[in-house]
């Protein structure tokens, strides 16, 4: 399988490849990737940088990337970008280049999954009750013998209450979510991405060492509260970064508290 290689030859010409791509790419993920690209703490000094592509967009960027060097040339611009197989450049296999197209993959049934979520939660917040037939059952308007029945209290209630459960679910995705697109563009692996080795170290050391809270605090010049919140804030991330890891499907995460249905 051929992995691709993303040359960036400066931040001029990645600021002008993001201009070009509303009108020219025909992925929208290809935009989202080199806006996300554009966004990272890059020194000038640091370019040209090298990225590797994930396959689902490889195909488009490379397009994107011939058309806007087609432009350059055309008005006599230099332009030092490129999209590179591993063939063409005699490189190996780029490290995750099978991971990323696995996680795009993931990726779209989460915000697929995602999007079902929030717009059973939009329509059901609007609703105040349901037609029910004569056995009790929900049924439609135009139904034979169809009665509007208003929602109990406990009936509000218990939605609410799922609704909580399930806005807390969704949010502790979002950051996860993020990773599986980008994972720290521009490395490797997950070991080299921040995001989810700073809260495993702060989990793992509460875990296994005796600390000296007090002191901890002291040190910061933080409350003894402000430093508790610290590490269950880093102890909540990691189970989130745990639980999306192993979910079995990636489209709908579990939750102790489905939303019920309303409307």
Not at 121 to 131: P, V
Not at 172 to 191: E, K, M, N
Request: aromatic share 6%; hydrophobic share 40%; charged share 25%.
């Amino acid at each position: 399988m051929h992995s691709y290689l993303f040359t960036i030859g400066t931040a001029d010409e990645l600021g002008d490849l993001n201009a070009w791509a509303p009108d020219h790419s025909k992925d929208p993920r290809t935009k989202m990737w080199l806006h996300k690209l554009s966004e990272l703490p890059l020194d000038v000094a640091q370019y040209p940088r090298h990225f590797p592509v994930p396959l689902a967009i490889a195909k488009d960027l490379k397009e994107l990337v011939a058309d806007w060097e087609e432009s350059c040339s055309a008005s006599a611009e230099e332009f030092r970008s490129s999209v590179t197989s591993s063939e063409a450049s005699g490189l190996p296999g780029l490290p995750g280049d099978e991971e990323n197209t696995e996680r795009f993959t993931k990726l779209t049934a989460v915000l697929e999954g995602l999007q079902q979520r929030l717009e059973q939660i939009k329509d059901g917040s609007g609703a105040a009750g349901r037609w029910l037939d004569a056995g009790g059952t929900e049924c439609e308007q135009g139904d034979a013998g169809a009665r509007w029945e208003p929602y109990t209290e406990d009936e509000q209630s218990q939605w609410l209450a799922s609704v909580a459960s399930e806005a807390a679910a969704l949010a502790a995705l979002v950051p996860q979510i993020r990773r599986l697109i980008w994972l720290d563009a521009g490395t490797a692996s997950r070991w080299e991405d921040n995001a989810i080795q700073f809260p495993r170290l702060l989990a793992e050391i509460v875990a296994t060492q005796d600390l000296n809270l007090e002191e901890l605090a002291s040190s910061m010049d933080l409350e003894l509260d402000d430093v508790n919140e610290l590490l269950d804030r880093a102890q909540n991330a990691w189970e989130a970064i745990k639980a999306v890891a192993a979910a079995p499907n990636w489209a709908e995460p579990e939750t102790d508290a489905p939303v019920q249905p309303r409307g």
